[in-house]
Each structure stands twice: as C-alpha cells, then as structure tokens.
C-alpha cells in the first residue's frame, strides 16, 4: 500500500471564542492510504492544544510509525483487523492520530467492499455480531468483504442523516441574537450556545437573547467547564428557565465524582466532554451523568466510538457526537455513527472558511453519511498542502 501524508491551514470563518480560549485557525494533516489498484482512503487529524497535539507531533507519528506500519500490510482489510486487535500501531499512539487512520482504512475498505462505513460498522453495537463489544466477529467478517460485493444489496445504497447542533460561541447577545436568527431561518434547529464568561450574567443574557430571537430552535449550552460545583448549581435552574435543554461539562475537568453528584440533582441533564475521553473513562460516568460527548479525536476513531457506545447503551447515559474544527473529511466518520446519538453536534466543519472536503452536507442544518461507498467525501482542492 501506498502512504501519503500532507499538511493544510483551516481558518475559520469567524474566530471562536469559548470560555479558555479564541481559535482562528486549525492546522490539519491528511493521510492517504492506496492500495494496488489505485483506490485510496483517506483521514484527517487536527492540531488541538487541550488535547496536545500538534500538526507536527501528528505528521511525526504518521510517518514514523502509521505508514511502515501500514506499508507491511498485504491489504487494507488486514491493517483495519491489526488497527482493531491492537497490533497495528504502538501503546500510547495519540488518539487524534489513530481516528485518523482508522478513518482512512474505513474508507478504503468500504470502497473496495463497495459499503458506506455505516454499514462496515455493523447493527449499532459497533460491530454487527450482536455482542455488544464493539470489535468483535461483525467488522472482521465486513472488513473481509472484496470490492464490489455489495453492489447488488439496496441497503449499501441507504443514507443515514441527523439534525446537527450548530455552535455560537462567546459574543454579545446582539450578535448571538443575529446569528440565531440566520441560523434559524436556514434550517438549524439546535443551537449551541457557549458559555463561562467571568460574569454568568453575560451568559444569561446570551442565551436569553438567542431564546427569543429564535424560539423555536432548541438550546444546548457549554460553559467547558469554567464553573465550580457551587456556580453551577446556582446556575443550571436560571439556564433550564431559558429554555436549555441540557449542558455540556459544566464543572472543570478533573473531577469527575464531583460532575456526577452536579448530576444528580440537576434540572437539566448534564453531559461529559472533557471528563469523558475515553473508554474507561465512559465506563465511570455510566449511569452517572446524562449524556457523554464522544469525540473520535479523543477516544481514537469511529470503531473506538462504537464501542464507547455499546457500552453506554442501557445505562441511563445517551451518547452525544462531537468533534473538533475540522474539515468535511475529519467530521465524516462521526456522521456515519449518528444513529447511535441523542444529541449530534458535527458543525466543526460548518465553522470554517473554505472546508476542502465535501461530502456530509449540514448547510440546512442536517448532516448526512450518503449510501456512497466508505465516507462518502471527496476533495473540492489539493491547495493549501505542502505534498509531503
């Protein structure tokens, strides 16, 4: 197989302030996966600082031990089954990276077995044997389907699409009002509102002022945890008055027994972001919080996420998908796993100023992983990359 890995900018269209920063730009790197024939899948990994990662670090991994990896490989199928099993890459490989390997494989896999990923990633429980586990005999009996033999079953032809939350970051509430309005009137009918101002009053005014210029659209709010315990607790009843209908990571990250007993008693459901990285980490907060926001640039790919999912079903915790700014192709394997969510918010893509991928919509607010085989993306241009 044949490994390609490029660097590109993505600025955004306006710049995003949440409570612990302002981001203008994100920088992204690419990998192609090619196989023999000439067919290529593709991923994307995204510069993050709370995350610690950077574009370099990310380059440096890839091509340092993602694409020798790879280049062992006979074939796509067999470095998917070794990316599952955890014998591809190395302990401790950022997870940012590896979702971006396990995208690329999907899409090369799913191209060559002509499915959209949606169907490689089986019947809900993320692996389509039933179990539950997430990586079980459903993705190795899918991965060792060849090109074309879905060709002749409608269901590889089917579409799977979800209303997505649409965020306005820290701003005056006249200019949150402005954007709820257009938003509004172009589709969107769930609003994410950022918050953790040092004042909450700014925040309330914020959100009441979306509330009423757009008061059919529902409301989620993310202060990312810029509150104590006893902030949020006085806090979340002014919030659910308004009309918030749940809330991401209130309370700083760290302290996940504290967010849990937050939870229990608070009149709006609250959802883990920051607390809630991982596998082990969902499992913790299972039962315990509302909602856990599963980000595939945090737990390592759409497989990861999967079975972050199975593990969370009946536990009294929904699932919602996030993700990063990011283009069309690093949000993508995320939409092919939307069935899955209570709450979807993949706008990172929506954020930016010229996304070079296309492919899952969400102008209209819904985004969508088309019956096309693998995710369904496409470059609009190869500007803005170095080539290496």
Not at 149 to 159: M, N, S, V
Not at 258 to 266: C, D, F, P, T
Request: with cysteine.
């Amino acid at each position: 197989m044949r490994i390609t890995v490029r660097t590109a900018s993505l600025e955004l269209r306006t710049p995003l302030r949440i409570s612990r920063s302002v981001m203008a730009r994100r920088d992204a790197v690419w990998l192609s996966v090619e196989d023999g024939d000439g067919a290529a899948g593709y991923g994307e990994v995204v510069s993050s600082v709370y995350l610690g990662l950077t574009a370099e670090r990310a380059k440096h991994a890839l091509l340092g031990h993602a694409a020798p990896a790879l280049a062992r490989q006979p074939d796509p199928e067999a470095a998917l089954l070794g990316l599952l099993n955890g014998t591809l890459l190395p302990r401790g490989f950022p997870p940012g990276v590896t979702a971006a390997v396990d995208s690329a494989l999907l899409d090369l896999v799913g191209k060559r077995a002509g499915r959209p990923v949606h169907r490689l990633l089986g019947d809900g429980d993320g692996d389509g044997d039933g179990d539950g586990d997430g990586v079980g005999d459903g993705v190795g009996a899918d991965v060792g389907v060849r090109a074309g033999a879905g060709d002749g079953d409608p269901g590889d032809r089917d579409e799977v699409a979800a209303v997505t939350a649409r965020t306005i970051g820290i701003t005056d509430p006249a200019d949150a009002a402005e954007q709820a309005r257009e938003l509004a009137a172009r589709g969107f009918r769930i609003l994410k509102v950022k918050a953790g101002s040092v004042d909450p009053a700014e925040d309330l005014d914020r959100v009441a002022a979306v509330h009423d210029a757009a008061p059919d659209v529902r409301l989620l709010l993310d202060p990312n945890g810029a509150w104590t315990p006893t902030r949020a607790e006085a806090l979340l009843p002014l919030f659910s008055a308004l009309g918030v209908e749940a809330v991401e990571q209130p309370t700083a990250p760290g302290d996940p027994e504290s967010l849990a007993r937050l939870a229990e008693h608070s009149p709006v459901p609250l959802i883990a972001d920051e607390d809630a990285v991982g596998y082990d980490d969902a499992l913790r907060l299972a039962g315990r919080v509302h909602g856990v926001n599963i980000k595939l640039a945090k737990c390592g790919g759409a497989h990861a996420a999967a079975r972050i999912c199975a593990a969370l079903d009946g536990s009294g915790t929904d699932v919602m998908l996030g993700c990063l700014t990011a283009s069309s192709l690093g949000i993508a394997p995320a939409v092919h796993l939307v069935a899955r969510a209570r709450w979807v918010d993949l706008d990172g893509h929506l954020l930016l100023a010229h996304d070079p991928w296309q492919g899952i919509g969400g102008a209209d607010g819904t985004v969508r992983a088309a019956g096309r085989p693998g995710l369904g993306v496409s470059p609009v241009s190869r500007s803005g990359g170095d080539g290496t």
